[in-house]
């Protein structure tokens, strides 16, 4: 298997693309730490995968939370391999004029400083194990997308970031990749869907 005994971290793991990672990963022999803000979908995706792993409630816009869910992933293995940024909201489907400044702090407090929080908290022991960081963007943060400023951006700046912190970290002997889907039909693109001017 080609994740045998490896420890990840995974937000944004209790639905869509996330909870389809968890499982990918745990198949491949991973033990997986699920860390989400639903906390119905982390004990339901915590009892699917099994006994070795487990779930946390963690909201990544919030720095306490993310060092309190890295600290409890430690206790329990002694060790991470890899970090996966998954967690992430797409509205308000807007263009920049019509978004309002709340609406657009609460998309980039997710989609980046979220990863901002998992990668502090967990940098030394990514740096002790040479492991990797994967970040989930999106094809609109190359192509942009029409009415989805806010989101768009946060993509777009997540790619550049990505970029950045594999610069900074090689030396340290981590990995960072992003990887840039399209349309994936998870809760997030049904609600995407359900916004838009003409939903059919």
């Known amino acids: 298997m ?27 022999g991973a033990k997986v730490v699920v860390a989400a803000r639903d906390k119905d979908g982390v004990e339901s995706i915590a009892a699917e995968l099994g006994p070795e792993h487990f779930g946390i409630v963690c909201d990544v816009t919030r720095d306490a939370e993310v060092k309190a869910a890295v600290g409890k992933a430690l206790l329990r293995f002694g060790r991470l ?13 807007n263009p920049v004029h019509e978004t309002t400044d709340a609406e657009w702090d609460e998309v980039f407090d997710v989609n980046l400083k979220g990863v901002l929080h998992t990668t502090r908290h967990a940098f ?9 960081i994967l970040n989930t963007s999106s094809l609109v943060g190359v192509i942009g997308q029409e009415l989805h400023a806010a989101y768009t951006a946060t993509k777009g ?9 594999a610069l900074d970290y090689a030396k340290h002997g981590i990995r960072v990749n992003a990887v840039c889907p399209a349309g994936v039909w998870t ?14």
């Open 2 to 28: 080609l994740l045998q005994d490896k420890i990840i971290f995974l937000t944004g793991g209790s639905c869509g693309i996330g909870r389809d990672c968890a499982k990918a990963y745990v198949a491949e």
């Open 81 to 93: 391999d890899a970090v996966h940024n998954n967690a992430g909201i797409s509205s308000p489907c």
């Open 124 to 132: 030394a022991a990514l740096a002790a194990s040479k492991g990797s």
């Open 157 to 165: 700046g997540l790619n550049a970031l990505t970029k950045s912190m």
């Open 187 to 200: 809760p997030m693109l049904r609600q995407w869907c359900a916004e838009q001017p003409d939903p059919t």
